[in-house]
Nanobody, 121 residues
């Protein structure tokens, strides 16, 4: 599975950005798709994940209520709508795919190249 993330950029605090990740190939619907992020000098952290129908979406506590993850299996894409952005959301954001339903990045086998999100105060 090859993943390509895009949509990052520079935004002021309180603004919004939408990240998307394309995953060309078959069987996209079988995968849990997730977003992780890594800020400078920090470890990579889980942001959100979306899996099969009837499985609840997962969010980290720091983004819940502000970010929304969604997927379009017909287009093989997953998106992350980020609202009410804060400077602490500044990071490189990665999309990832796994056959497991998990918040743990060690369970994700496929990763995109990352897209930079910078939130200015």
């Amino acid at each position: 599975v090859q993943l390509q993330a895009y949509g990052g950029g520079l935004v002021q605090a309180g603004g919004s950005l939408r990240l998307s990740c394309a995953a060309p190939g078959r069987n996209f619907g079988y995968y849990t798709m997730a977003w992780f992020r890594q800020a400078p000098g920090k470890e990579r952290e889980f942001v959100a994940a979306i899996s099969w129908p009837k499985m609840p979406t997962l969010y980290s506590g720091s983004v819940k209520g502000r970010f929304t993850i969604s997927r379009d299996n017909a287009k093989n894409t997953v998106s992350l709508q980020m609202n009410s952005l804060k400077p602490e959301d500044t990071a490189v954001y990665y999309c990832a795919a796994s056959l497991n339903y998990s918040r743990d990045d060690s369970n994700y086998n496929y990763w995109g190249q990352g897209t930079q999100v910078t939130v200015s105060s």
